[in-house]
């Protein structure tokens, strides 16, 4: 793991274990200090986690934590879930380009790598990069601007991004992985052959997952908030 992803780690769980909660000024110069890194990959770490929704960034003031609950979360993806399966509908009855074709099946290629050796050699930034493309890749694929600028409003929303899937916390589940890349394999096959209804299908669930996960996780830690500070009031 590089030092970007460590900070990137630390600072998430610090975030979605409200350590550090919203809102809260987080300035490039504290996360240094406080983790005692180089500006370099606290910078990147910053960004990545901007990128995720869980941080704001707003010129000449820096970046803010999000303030975010499970439930708004779970709505998050409810609909991302929709919009990304109607996009799967949308590009299986139209069909899929060569090009289209290629670049999906890249990316399910990739993600068998990843995992090929039970994770050994795994690596979160290609990870991260394959699931953005093999999302993205449908989405515009699908041909609907609409459809397009409404999931790209979504996915600014706190942990809705294509890169949050699967990659909460500090170790990755690779149980969690390994069904993320069964989802898109089989999300690949109903494509090609132009099982509409399958490949929407597909999609709403390997995105309701996700978003499970993720709220589960976050409700846990609003429960392990709240649990500290009636043990305090009995001692």
């Excluded at 399910?108 to 995992?115: A, D, N, S, T, Y």
């Excluded at 890349?181 to 999609?203: N, P, W």
Aim: hydrophobic share 40%; net charge neutral.
């Amino acid at each position: 793991m590089t030092l970007a992803e460590r900070a990137v780690e630390m600072l998430r769980d610090a975030i979605l274990s409200g350590r550090l909660p919203g809102p809260h000024a987080l300035t490039e110069r504290l996360v240094v200090e406080t983790l005692g890194m180089s500006r370099t990959p606290v910078r990147a770490a910053l960004q990545t986690l901007a990128n995720e929704g869980l941080l704001s960034y707003e010129p000449h003031r820096g970046y803010s934590v999000r303030q975010i609950t499970a439930e708004s979360v779970t709505g998050a993806y409810q609909v991302r879930g929709v919009l990304e399966g109607l996009a799967c509908h949308q590009l299986a009855e139209a069909g899929l380009s060569k090009a289209t074709i290629e670049t999906l099946g890249a990316c399910v290629r990739l993600g068998q790598e990843l995992l090929a050796d039970g994770g050994a050699s795994f690596r979160h930034d290609e990870w991260r990069e394959m699931n953005t493309n093999f999302h993205q890749t449908i989405a515009r694929a699908a041909g609907n601007e609409t459809l397009l600028e409404t999931l790209s409003h979504v996915s600014r929303l706190p942990l809705t991004s294509f890169n949050t899937i699967a990659l909460i916390g500090a170790t990755p589940d690779f149980k969690l992985l390994e069904a993320a890349q069964a989802d898109h394999e089989q999300i690949f096959i109903a494509l090609v052959s132009g099982q509409a209804e399958r490949a929407e299908t597909r999609m709403k669930e390997h995105i309701a997952v996700a978003g499970a996960l993720i709220a589960k996780g976050m409700a846990e830690g609003e429960q392990h908030r709240s649990r500290p500070v009636a043990g305090r009031a009995r001692r």
